[in-house]
């Protein structure tokens, strides 16, 4: 019993101080001010190619997390970011860090993601 508290506790340690960093490293944000934000930011799905395809906030670019370290150069410093992908996932988490870690501080994520999005879309019906 004993260990299962120790095990507990040390799991919601690391998860408070998960969300404790992204907290330091992005602005979580509703959809109206995300939606607001749109037209002056750049706005990045981290989903893979084949769920952009089929639905993605209308003006979004696609750049899969595991692409992120290539895409550096498309991304400006000084211009806001808007990351979402399907609910609030590691990719969208992990390439919050990793885009902190490497300077940028303008970053603002989605709350609840694509899934709880409910502006304008872009959706493939095939």
Do not use: C
């Not at 639905?55 to 211009?79: D, Y």
């Not at 970053?107 to 019906?125: F, I, P, Q, S, T």
């Amino acid at each position: 019993m004993i260990g299962f508290l120790i095990v507990l506790l040390g799991f919601l340690a690391w998860m408070g101080f998960n969300y404790w960093r992204l907290r330091r490293a992005a602005n979580l944000v509703e959809n109206a001010e995300f939606a607001a934000m749109i037209r002056s930011s750049q706005l990045i799905d981290v989903r893979e190619p084949e769920a952009f395809r089929k639905k993605h906030i209308l003006g979004a670019r696609n750049i899969p997390a595991n692409q992120v370290k290539q895409s550096l150069a498309a991304l400006s410093k000084t211009k806001p970011i808007l990351l979402y992908d399907n609910n609030r996932g590691p990719s969208v988490t992990n390439t919050i860090f990793y885009l902190h870690k490497q300077g940028y501080r303008k970053l603002y994520l989605l709350a609840g993601g694509l899934e709880a999005w409910n502006g304008k879309v872009k959706e493939n019906v095939n």
